[in-house]
């Protein structure tokens, strides 16, 4: 009885609330209304529960709080004081629980549901790091378009990404998840995934098939010490501003509906409790209007970092530094009802956050049809789709780089060739998705081997050499190299030996880099060099195929093998891509967003350093800026990338010599094909700042320029440059345009360049 009458309730002031987003027009004002009539019905605990997420019952991507049982999850979602789930997926799940959100809550608010949706739901593209190495926005923002795709009809409507950090430590295992080590280009790459998830207007948030995304982790996290995952980051402020902050304030500009803070400490705050970060840049400075997720468990890690007593203190500071919503901290849920009572924590900033979280519910739609998402046809027909493998495909193919390439040894010919194809990478189809694949089941990549097999017209031989893993690698574990097992490899020498050409797949296993996983090495874990050396010995004729999360240190391979491919790990048609890649069927035109260094020593290493006030051996001693033992450039630069044919850049030409403040800067370069295939380049623009009232890099990327050329074809490629790639941020965060001499570079990549100056008065 009391059941049915709690539910005719809930149905009748469901109705109330829907039935006022039934006007066509979701304007602004209109969803403001909305927010406030429904926030003057809410009583304090339902608006804390909007501000509370749970995990699903499953999937935990941190340590599992004790509180979190399934039947306490229930029980709060009955009372209405959960406005979110994490992790729950399929159309069935998803529709299980907005239906007790919107049918037995007393005001029917539906849930916002996120999910990891990092490359891909099912049919998954490159790793993130792998597709901002394809420097094309159109490919990076159809991959966001199919993860959306695929995710919304899989009942998800938000997703935990653009992960946008900005990293120079390849120890960081996840720096696989963002777009590398440079501002310009990772705030491109941060628009084009927002626009990819969301829509390209605010008003695309309600489609169906868009869900909202969150620029991650707010701030500072790519910077952990040492690499080790979730350790301390100290900065300055000139790195913060400049450095860091400018991919998140491109999302925000490109519209991103939510911001998710980070675990690490900030200059000694926590970025949960930190309201510098999260109210005085994000909602004050920049008047972001959606909502700060906190990251997992973040607001009860402030007590193990020492920033809080207790969960309730940490509940005070979470909240008033701006974190709207808990992610399974069990902290707000238990806590902000007694600190608002006993008049600790303002109503205010319990409204403000309830706002902010209800504006996005209302955007997505979810009050117009809480199940919009939850689509049984969508769901059959989307996922997997024909057209979404090719979409990643695609984007697969863009993503690869080719390092090196001496005699011409790719492309692979046709016919005729004897091959032998080498490593256990090779044969791999669960690695190649990465280990953010949540969704996605095991064992679904097309693997290099199958991919190769395709092209008939050669005999292809295949030898594992060695196991690359001992064991099973899972989301959960450390995954455990081989060191000792060599009995494949005289197998493999003898294929090696009797073939034209050896093809090597080699690398890092896809669980090796991601969320806590550090390393402290960055070369060919397990036996996989020794083999590499040993093949060598028998058949020189190596292309090797790198799989990898993060930049290696590989300078033995650098020196001795001819052909190097960067093809990280490139999701579901990994396969099919490196193999149209080696037989030139798709000629390679990715370019490295981070920088390789020569070893692990170097680290961080990135191309926009400042200069030192001794960069070069000018008195032939020892006293610069250097190291003793090796160069001190990286072994392959950041926007290194060759092709198959040859590009002949012409000087680049200013349009004026002087410019005043405001006038845009006009800078042409012609770029011809000279070599024997139809291929594409991606020109790059630097600038230095020769003198600044704060020391600037002796390069910073400010335009990049995507160009297809015909065998034997010209273009002219023309870059603007206005006062927005002219400044800088200040020690203030004040952007600062200064008068005086810069330098131009214009070239295939940061470490091959044409220079020419202007001043600017
Ligand atoms: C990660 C976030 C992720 C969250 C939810 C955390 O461990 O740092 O990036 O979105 O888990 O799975």
Redesign the pocket.
């Known amino acids: 009885m009391i059941k049915t009458f709690t539910v005719a309730i809930s149905m009748f002031t469901l109705c109330a609330v829907h039935s006022q987003t039934q006007m066509p027009t979701q304007g602004k004002q209109d969803i403001e209304q909305k927010i406030n009539t429904l926030m003057a019905k809410m009583t304090l605990e339902e608006k804390v529960g909007q501000m509370n997420q749970y995990n699903g019952f499953w999937d935990v991507?941190?340590p599992s709080p004790k509180e979190g049982n399934a039947a306490l999850k229930y029980e709060h979602l009955r009372k209405g004081w959960v406005g979110s789930m994490?992790?729950v997926r399929g159309v069935k799940e998803v529709r299980a629980v907005q239906k007790i959100a919107v049918e037995e809550t007393r005001l029917g608010i539906p849930l916002i549901i996120g999910f990891?949706v990092i490359h891909g739901y099912k049919t998954l593209s490159p790793i993130p790091l792998a597709e901002a190495a394809s420097w094309d926005m159109d490919a990076v923002k159809r991959s966001a378009q199919v993860a959306a795709d695929e995710a919304s009809a899989s009942g998800i409507n938000w997703t935990?990404g653009p992960?946008v950090d900005i990293s120079r430590d390849a120890r960081w295992g996840r720096v696989m998840e963002g777009a590398g080590e440079d501002p310009y280009l990772g705030s491109k790459v941060a628009a084009a995934r927002v626009q990819g998830f969301q829509g390209d207007t605010k008003a695309d948030l309600a489609k169906p098939n868009t869900i909202a995304a969150c620029a991650?982790?707010f701030a500072g996290y790519g910077f952990a010490e040492a690499g080790r995952e979730y350790n301390t980051v100290d900065m300055s402020n000139s790195t913060l501003y400049n450095i860091v902050l400018p991919p998140f304030k491109a999302a925000k500009d490109a519209g991103v509906r939510t911001f998710?803070n980070s675990?690490n400490t900030l200059n000694g705050i926590p970025a949960t409790g930190n309201s510098f970060l999260q109210r005085d840049i994000l909602k004050g400075k920049w008047g972001f209007d959606g909502f700060v997720i906190t990251?997992?468990a973040s607001i009860r890690e402030m007590i193990t970092w020492g920033f809080a007593k207790d969960r309730k203190e940490a509940s005070l500071k979470a909240v008033s530094a701006g974190a709207d919503m808990d992610?399974e901290s069990y902290a707000y849920v238990n806590e902000l009802v007694k600190l608002v009572n006993e008049g600790k924590v303002d109503i205010s900033l319990i409204d403000d956050a309830v706002k902010r979280i209800l504006r996005v519910k209302y955007e997505l739609g979810l009050f117009d049809d809480p199940y919009r998402y939850c689509n049984e046809k969508r769901e059959k027909t989307v996922i997997n789709s024909k057209a979404n493998h090719e979409a990643v495909l695609d984007v697969a193919k863009k993503s690869i780089v080719l390092l090196k390439n001496d005699n011409h040894l790719l492309p692979l010919k046709k016919t005729g060739q004897k091959i032998a194809l080498i490593g256990a990478l090779a044969a791999d189809k669960n690695s190649p998705l990465g280990s953010w694949r949540i969704a996605s089941d095991d064992n679904t990549a097309v693997s290099v081997l199958e991919g190769m097999q395709q092209y008939k017209g050669n005999s292809l031989h295949y030898e594992k050499g060695a196991d690359l893993i001992v064991g099973k690698a899972t989301f959960l574990d450390e995954v455990v190299y081989n060191t000792t097992d060599r009995s494949g490899y005289e197998a493999a020498k003898k294929a090696a030996k009797e073939a034209d050409v050896v093809v090597m797949v080699l690398g890092e296993h896809g669980f090796s880099s991601g969320?806590a996983r550090s390393r402290t090495s960055i070369d060919l874990p397990g036996l996989q060099q020794e083999l590499l050396e040993e093949i060598y010995k028998v058949n020189p004729n190596i292309v090797l195929v790198l799989n990898n999360g993060r930049p290696l240190a590989l300078p033995w391979a650098a020196a001795h093998i001819p052909a190097i491919v960067e093809a990280w790990q490139l999701g579901t048609e990994t396969g099919n891509a490196v193999a149209q890649v080696l037989y030139g069927d798709y000629n390679p035109s990715g370019k490295l967003p981070m920088s390789f260094p020569r070893n692990l020593g170097q680290v961080p290493i990135y191309y926009n350093l400042l200069n030192t006030g001794r960069p070069v051996d000018a008195d032939k001693n020892v006293f610069w800026s250097h190291y003793s033992d090796v160069e001190k450039t990286p072994q392959f630069a950041f926007g290194h990338g060759l092709s198959y044919t040859t590009f002949k850049y012409s000087a680049p030409k200013a349009n004026k010599t002087t410019y005043t403040k405001g006038e845009a800067v006009k800078i042409q370069v012609n770029i011809t094909n000279t070599g024997a295939y139809d291929g594409k380049e991606v020109a790059q623009l630097y600038i230095q700042d020769v003198t600044a009232s704060l020391a600037r890099p002796i390069k910073e990327l400010k335009g990049f320029e995507m160009v297809s050329l015909k065998k034997g074809e010209s273009k002219t490629v023309t870059f603007t440059l206005t006062d927005n790639e002219l400044g800088f941020y200040d020690n203030n965060g004040n952007y600062i345009v200064e008068p005086g001499i810069f330098k131009v570079f214009v070239g295939t990549s940061s470490d091959d360049v044409q220079e020419l100056e202007f001043e600017l008065k």
């Open positions: 991507t941190g994490l992790s990891d935990f992960m991650k982790h998710m675990f990251d997992w992610m969320e």
